[in-house]
């Protein structure tokens, strides 16, 4: 396709049947912009000033975009205005359903951006441009254009709603993997890594390098974020190149490359993570941070030699993902009121445990977002800072620099807080600072690495925490794991067997009519499973459980005398949701080890 250069001061309407221009004149008669302008509020004076001052240097811009950007006008009044002149629709919200990949394969995402349109689907009436400067003429022709049509219709809309809907559409468009790899098979040696050292800048959707392998990296990682992958692995074998995405908690094989594409890919990698390209015998640890259309990604990068080669893992965190509400992580009506009542405290320590990837962190951001209020001040230390929590102050540990959780928790408790987040409690030493700042009126959160809450008691005794300090700061310990929830658009009910209710330890007559099972669709990309929940088991620390831990470290007696109170297990938790439809058994078994 042949794209113009940047466009030209606008053109007149008049003969543009796809903009429907009422009448014969142009729309760059002599008093055109100024009545438009009138009729959004501004005096005539100021008009012809303010067009007089575009006149001078126009730019990129229109008179329309240049006003609104100097605050001269107010965008919806100046779409009003157009829209009576030349006889226009304003649609002041672009809808979801009006987005179509496949209007925009043949327009780069510039193009559109720079002309501030995008071609719309609009039901039975065909496609619709929206635009926000209907005199951008030559924009809207060479669009007809490239779609083959023969009549195209304007709709005027905000600059930001069009802008944020070109992010969309075009982050929801694919471009197909073999092609790349066909280019990069059809490609010379210069022009396969052409470009390869460039440092990448701006959306990534808006890449326009030609280079196969720079494409094939960038398709990678954009389909990535559109699958909602929380990990891309790169893995060289002696025959092949495997790409794999993390779903849901589950690596998926996704793509397979030719294997002399290795040195390529993990070189474009180190060169958007800002490594060393020509170290390849040490492992290597960087960040990026892209955008995706009206996404923003950061990303860790994690290189390690292996016996085939270097080895990539990255990390997607998603930067606008919101922090979650506690009534949003899985929790059932008791456990909530229970960890309602937990956040409520002016001073103790609560733990979360689990293994790595089981939303410890998630956990910890919901309960301080869920206080986090003017009057309160609240310190977190992280290893990493993954999420930005507003009125929060995070600060992050840098071994390089002995920064690590012990050293940060004792400046964190000379800044007067409320209310501390520890990482992780990884020794003795940042435990006892932890134990000591919850025993004189701070509310401690922290995580450990254990497998049960009550095995949570026993690794801090272990550490050496003295059991009467432990046992009078602290308020809980839950346990935590993460189980795929179901697709709802094709999960299938039916009959639970004899050995299904043997395992959740149901007779018939206790169990539902019917449980759940995973199928595979087009929303859940053919896994069965769309999305995943959490289960918890919550150690409350009574008078009772508070005695014991002065006498043993038993994990098991703890786990006796808590499941006697009524503490419901990891398992118990997990059966819950597999008689609810959520999820199932299997997922279950997978997260417990039952």
């Not at 733990?351 to 089981?358: E, H, M, W």
């Not at 499973?529 to 150690?539: D, K, M, P, Q, V």
Request: aromatic letters at 4%.
């Amino acid at each position: 396709m042949s794209i113009p250069s940047p466009p030209p001061p606008p053109t007149p309407l008049a003969d543009q049947a796809e903009l429907a221009v009422p009448g014969d004149a142009p729309a760059e008669s002599p008093g055109f912009w100024d009545g438009v302008l009138c009729a959004a509020g501004l005096a005539e004076a100021d008009a012809r000033q303010a067009l007089a001052a575009w006149g001078e240097a126009p730019g990129d811009d229109s008179p329309a975009a240049a006003c609104v950007a100097k605050g001269l006008v107010d965008e919806e009044e100046l779409l009003s205005a157009l829209a009576a002149v030349a006889g226009l629709d304003v649609w002041l919200r672009i809808p979801a359903e009006a987005l179509d990949p496949e209007l925009v394969r043949g327009l780069p995402i510039a193009y559109l951006k720079r002309n501030l349109a995008l071609p719309l689907r609009q039901g039975e009436q065909g496609t619709v441009l929206a635009m926000f400067d209907p005199t951008r003429v030559e924009a809207a022709d060479e669009i007809r254009r490239v779609l083959g049509l023969a009549r195209l219709p304007v709709a005027l809309a905000p600059q930001a709603e069009i802008l944020t809907a070109i992010g969309r559409t075009y982050g929801q468009a694919d471009e197909s993997s073999d092609t790349i790899i066909r280019d990069v098979d059809q490609g010379l040696a210069e022009r396969f890594f052409a470009g390869i050292e460039d440092v990448p800048g701006g959306d990534l959707l808006e890449e326009t390098s030609e280079a196969p392998i720079i494409k094939l990296v960038n398709m990678i990682i954009a389909k990535a974020v559109k699958s909602r992958a929380s990990d891309i692995h790169v893995e060289p074998y002696s025959d092949e190149l495997k790409v794999r995405y993390r779903l849901d908690g589950v690596l998926h094989n996704v793509h397979s490359l030719p294997r002399r594409l290795h040195a390529a890919v993990l070189s474009r990698i180190k060169v958007m993570a800002r490594l060393d390209i020509a170290e390849k015998r040490l492992p290597q640890d960087g960040r990026m941070e892209i955008k995706l259309g009206d996404r923003s990604v950061d990303i860790r990068v994690s290189l390690i030699p292996t016996s085939d080669g270097e080895r990539a893992v990255l990390r997607l965190l998603e930067k606008q993902s919101r922090v979650l509400g506690l009534e949003d992580l899985g929790f059932g009506p008791a456990a909530l009121a229970d960890m309602r009542r937990l956040v409520s405290f002016s001073h103790g320590m609560i733990l979360l445990t689990g293994p790595t990837g089981s939303g410890k962190t998630t956990t910890l951001y919901a309960a301080l977002n869920s206080i986090n209020s003017p009057d309160k001040n609240i310190l977190t230390i992280e290893d990493p800072v993954e999420y930005r929590l507003p009125g929060v102050g995070q600060m992050q540990v840098n071994p390089k620099i002995d920064l690590d959780f012990a050293a940060g928790l004792r400046s964190l408790v000379r800044q007067d807080p409320d209310v501390i987040m520890i990482g992780e409690v990884r020794d003795r030493e940042t435990a006892d600072i932890a134990v000591q700042a919850s025993l004189t009126g701070h509310l401690v959160f922290s995580t450990l690495h254990t497998n049960d809450a009550p095995t949570g008691v026993a690794r801090l005794l272990d550490m050496g925490v003295e059991s009467f300090r432990l046992a009078s700061c602290l308020r809980a310990i839950i346990a935590q794991r993460l189980v795929r929830v179901l697709c709802p658009e094709c999960k299938s009910a039916r009959n639970p067997s004899d050995e299904e209710l043997a395992e959740m330890r149901l007779a018939r007559e206790q169990a539902p009519g019917t449980i759940c099972s995973p199928v595979g669709c087009e929303l859940c990309l053919g896994t069965g499973y769309r999305g995943r929940t959490a289960i918890h088991e919550i150690l409350l620390l009574s008078e009772a459980v508070q005695e014991l831990i002065l006498t043993t470290s038993d994990a098991n007696r703890l786990r006796h005398l808590a499941v006697t109170e009524g503490m419901t297990t990891l398992r118990e938790a997990g059966i819950a949701k597999v008689l609810a439809g959520i999820t199932t058994l299997a997922e279950v078994r997978r997260a417990t080890l039952v």
